[in-house]
C-alpha cells in the first residue's frame, strides 16, 4: 500500500505497508527554505535533539531507553534539495508482532520520538552551552573531514562555483563561519521558528498500518502551525549563462575533474520530459554500461572513475572523474564527446537496453527495503511527483531513442572544474 495525503496545510502523512517488513520507520521531515544563516542554526539544533531530552537528560540514558527497546535506532540527518534544507528525525523499531513479551514497542518509541522533537533539554528557554557547543565542535570537524575527502571537497567547490550567488550554492551545513556564530541563546528561537514553519512530511513503514500511533505527533505539529506555516515557493531549474572554468591546486596526487552540463533555455517541463532525461543520463555515464564508464574509463583508460549524476532538483548534469594530472584535457575533451555522440544519435539500442536493464532491477529493489522506501517518497514529495516504483520503471522502459537524442539536446556544458596537484615536471 502506498498513500500520502495532506493532514493540513504545511503538514503531510505518507504510509507505506508491505507485510514482509519486521521494523517500522517512522521519519519527521521538516523542510523549509534554505539559507547561510538559519541552515547553521538548524544543523546545529538537529544534533542537540539528537543527543537529549527532557525525559532523558543524558545520551546515556536515551541510550539506555533504546537497548531497551530491542535496539532501536534514533537517527537525524540534514539534507539538502535544490533551495530547500530537511532536518530529518527517526526512529526503527522492531513491530510489536516480534515482540517476545508482546512488548508495546511502537509506542514506546513514538513516544521517544515526541520526547526529543517536542519536549527538549531547555533552560530558562534555552539550549545548555554546553550541549550547543559539543555538536557545533562535532559538526565542524564533519564539515572539515569533507575537505580530506578530495573527490567530496571538489564536487562541493563545483556546486559553489557553478552557482556563485545564487541559493544553490549553499551548502547543507551552511559554513565554517556560520556554525562558528552559533549561540545558545539564539538556538532555541530557531528551534520554535522550525516547528513553526517548517513543511513536514511524517512517513510510517512497517508491516501493518498504525496511524493511531502518530496521533500525539500529528496535534503537536498542528498546534505549532496555527497561522505560522509559510509554503515555499520552488526554485527553478538552473538555466545556462556563462561558461564558467576554474582550476585550484592543492595537495594531491590524482587530479579530479567536474563538468557541468545545465539547460540552455527555460521551458516546462513535465513528468515525460524528466523521465527521458533520467535515462538519457544513464545512457550517458550513469551506469556500469554508460558511454562514460565503457568508452572514458576502459577503452580509453583516461580515468580512474568516471559518472554522471542527474540532480533534478537543480536540472543539472554533473560528470564526476578522478584522472591523472597529465590527463585532465583528453579526459574532459573525451566526456563532452561521448555526450554530442548521443545529442546525435550515435549509440545502439543495446545501450540504451542495458541502462533499462541496470535501472529496472534498481528500482524493483526499493520498496523491498525499509530505509530506501523513505528516500524515495521523500524526494516524491520534494519533486511533487508520485509514481510508484513499477510505475517509473514502466514509464523509463517507454523511453526511446529519439526521446533521449531530444533529452541531451536540452543541455550544454556549463562548468570544467579542476582540483589537482603541482604536475611534476
Not at 295 to 308: M, P
Not at 368 to 383: A, G, P, Q, R
Request: net charge neutral; aromatic share 12%; charged share 35%.
Amino acid at each position: 500500500m502506498f498513500k500520502i495525503k495532506k493532514l493540513e496545510k504545511g503538514l503531510n502523512y505518507y504510509c507505506h505497508v508491505n507485510e514482509k517488513f519486521k521494523f517500522n520507520i517512522i521519519t519527521l521531515n521538516l523542510i523549509v527554505e534554505l539559507n547561510e544563516k538559519n541552515a547553521a542554526q538548524n544543523a546545529v539544533l538537529a544534533s542537540v535533539l539528537r543527543q537529549s531530552s527532557n525525559k532523558y537528560k543524558t545520551n546515556r540514558e536515551l541510550g539506555n531507553k533504546l537497548r531497551s527497546l530491542y535496539g532501536a535506532d534514533f537517527f537525524c540527518d540534514v539534507k539538502k534539495a535544490g533551495n530547500r534544507q530537511i532536518i530529518v528525525f527517526g526512529i526503527e523499531v522492531l513491530d510489536d508482532d516480534f515482540a517476545l513479551e508482546k512488548e508495546e514497542l511502537l509506542k514506546e518509541a513514538v513516544n521517544l520520538l515526541f520526547e526529543a522533537i517536542f519536549n527538549p533539554k531547555i533552560e530558562d528557554e534555552k539550549f545548555t552551552k554546553e550541549a550547543v557547543e559539543i555538536e557545533k565542535k562535532d559538526l565542524i570537524e564533519v564539515v572539515k573531514s569533507a575537505y580530506s575527502d578530495k573527490r567530496q571537497h571538489a564536487f562541493k567547490q563545483a556546486i559553489k562555483t557553478l552557482f556563485e550567488g545564487d541559493v544553490f550554492a549553499i551548502d547543507k551545513f551552511s559554513s565554517l563561519k556560520r556554525l562558528e556564530e552559533v549561540e545558545e541563546k539564539w538556538l532555541y528561537k530557531s528551534y520554535i521558528k522550525l516547528l513553526k514553519e517548517a513543511e513536514v512530511l511524517i512517513s510510517f513503514v512497517g508491516p501493518k498500518e498504525r496511524f493511531i500511533c502518530l496521533e500525539e505527533i500529528f496535534k503537536a505539529f498542528s498546534n505549532f502551525k496555527k497561522g505560522d506555516f509559510r509554503e515555499i515557493e520552488k526554485k527553478e531549474h538552473f538555466i545556462f549563462k556563462n561558461f564558467k572554468e576554474k582550476q585550484e591546486i592543492d595537495n594531491l596526487t590524482q587530479a579530479k575533474l567536474v563538468v557541468a552540463l545545465s539547460k540552455k533555455e527555460k521551458e516546462k517541463i513535465n513528468i515525460d520530459d524528466e523521465i527521458a532525461i533520467e535515462m538519457m543520463n544513464y545512457v550517458f555515464g550513469g551506469t556500469a554500461t554508460s558511454l562514460l564508464f565503457t568508452n572514458v574509463r576502459e577503452k580509453e583508460s583516461l580515468c580512474y572513475f568516471c559518472r554522471s549524476i542527474y540532480n533534478e532538483y537543480y536540472g543539472v548534469i554533473f560528470v564526476e572523474s578522478g584522472v591523472e594530472i597529465k590527463n585532465v584535457e583528453k579526459a574532459y575533451n573525451s566526456i563532452l564527446a561521448e555526450f554530442e555522440k548521443i545529442k546525435r544519435g550515435e549509440f545502439t539500442e543495446e545501450d540504451i537496453n542495458k541502462a533499462k536493464s541496470t535501472v529496472d532491477g534498481a528500482y524493483r529493489f526499493i520498496f523491498d527495503n525499509e530505509d530506501k522506501v523513505h528516500t524515495y517518497i521523500l524526494s516524491c514529495f520534494l519533486t511533487d511527483v508520485y509514481l510508484l516504483p513499477e510505475e517509473k520503471i514502466k514509464k523509463l522502459q517507454n523511453v526511446t531513442k529519439s526521446d533521449i537524442i531530444k533529452a541531451a539536446n536540452k543541455f550544454t556544458v556549463s562548468l570544467k572544474y579542476v582540483l589537482k596537484g603541482v604536475e611534476n615536471k
